[in-house]
């Protein structure tokens, strides 16, 4: 089976590129390196020993991916790219919508035109509506807080009608909760530019002295410990349900949304404590105010996708805290 990973070189289709390979796809790779390397190609091809196309072009340019889907012939798509910061959707709110939904039409219209019959969406636990009672049910209330989460909604119902216009298009939409960790060789991992965002990017440039503190940001949610909960699952296990999830599409009619998620909620506390108890106490952390548009918990119902796609994650918190510190250490390195 031919697959073709749309922002294949990033932290999530990096990994799930690994995957695919261990497991005997062809795998090939489109992305315009806005958020990636290209030495990330050379060391998916390290880790699995073998190899992989690479093109460095832009979705939103179609007579590029449409010469790509003229030699490609794929089986199935998986479409990672896209933009992906949620306080730059709110500040940039037209790039979003432009990037993230111009570059899944094309996507659609070039699957039309060359009749590929799969697709595996990128979608996020952003489009839930914070008042879903927990855990989040794939059926629960959509309501994305921010441009961001409101292109991988739109994104989902693009999809659901192209299913249905089409007939012979089937989709998997996979609404990711907390990714983080990496692979256990420390070559390919979350490096975001510049002063990180996320959580376990910030965590580890502190242990490593890059940045001086972590701040937390509330301390007086209604939580065990005060700190936001989220669902946080190994990067590895996510790359593992995309294959799951190739397996699934092969009979299936339609479209189908899964969570993936371990189904159990950390809080930062327990984060911060888990990866301090492997690194030697080196994260120093202050409370802060609360950020805005944090929800104070969510974690995933991981029954559907257990059931429905036969996924079980495998890794721990401290797995992914263990896996996480050592890409950082390594990637220190060079
Ligand atoms: P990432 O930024 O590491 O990877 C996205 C890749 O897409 C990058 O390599 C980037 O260069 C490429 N790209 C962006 N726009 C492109 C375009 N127009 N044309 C070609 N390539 C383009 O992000 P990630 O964390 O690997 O996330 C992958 C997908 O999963 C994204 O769609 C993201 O929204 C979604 N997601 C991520 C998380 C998370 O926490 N990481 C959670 C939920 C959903
Ligand atoms: N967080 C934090 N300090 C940081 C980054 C994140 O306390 O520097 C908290 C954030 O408030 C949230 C959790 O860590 O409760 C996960 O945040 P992240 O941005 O990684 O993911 P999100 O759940 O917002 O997608």
Do not use: A, H, W
């Given at each position: 089976m031919k697959v073709l990973l749309t922002g294949g070189l990033g932290y999530i289709g990096s990994h799930t590129a690994v995957e695919l390979l261990d497991d005997g796809y062809e795998v090939e790779i489109v992305d315009n390196l806005s958020n990636s390397k290209e030495e990330t190609k050379g060391k998916i091809e390290q880790i699995t020993g073998k190899k992989v196309v690479f093109y460095k072009e832009d979705l939103c340019n179609i007579e590029k991916l449409d010469e790509?889907?003229?030699k490609g012939k794929y089986d199935a798509i998986i479409h990672f790219a896209g933009l992906k910061a949620v306080g730059e959707s709110v500040e940039q709110p037209l790039r979003y919508y432009e990037t993230n939904l111009l570059s899944t039409i094309?996507?659609?219209?070039?699957?039309r035109k060359y009749d590929v019959k799969k697709l595996i969406f990128s979608s996020s636990a952003c489009v839930y509506s914070m008042d879903n009672e927990l855990p989040f049910k794939e059926t629960g209330k959509l309501?994305?807080?921010n441009p961001y989460g409101r292109t991988k909604l739109f994104i989902e119902e693009i999809i659901k009608d192209e299913c249905f216009a089409r007939g012979d298009l089937s989709a998997i939409i996979l609404r990711y909760f907390n990714p983080i960790g990496a692979h256990k060789s420390g070559l390919i991992g979350e490096d975001p530019n510049g002063i990180p965002n996320n959580l376990m990017p910030y965590i580890t440039r502190v242990a490593l002295g890059k940045l001086d503190h972590l701040n937390i940001f509330g301390h007086d949610y209604h939580t065990k410990d005060g700190t936001?909960?989220?669902d946080y699952i190994h990067v590895v296990d996510l790359a593992r349900g995309h294959k799951l999830a190739l397996d699934k599409i092969k009979?299936?009619?339609g479209c189908e949304v899964y969570n993936l998620g371990t189904g159990t909620g950390y809080s930062v506390l327990d984060v911060v404590n888990t990866f301090n108890s492997i690194c030697g106490?080196?994260?120093?952390?202050?409370?802060a105010?609360?950020?805005?548009?944090?929800s104070e918990c969510n974690y995933a119902d991981a029954s559907k996708a257990k059931n429905g796609?036969?996924?079980?994650?495998?890794?721990?918190?401290?797995d992914m805290c263990e896996s996480a510190y050592n890409y950082e250490k390594n990637n220190t390195k060079k």
């Open positions: 790509i889907f003229k094309n996507l659609l219209k070039c699957m309501s994305p807080l936001c909960i989220r009979d299936l009619k106490d080196k994260v120093r952390y202050e409370f105010p609360r950020r805005e548009g944090d796609l036969n996924f079980k994650t495998k890794y721990s918190l401290k």
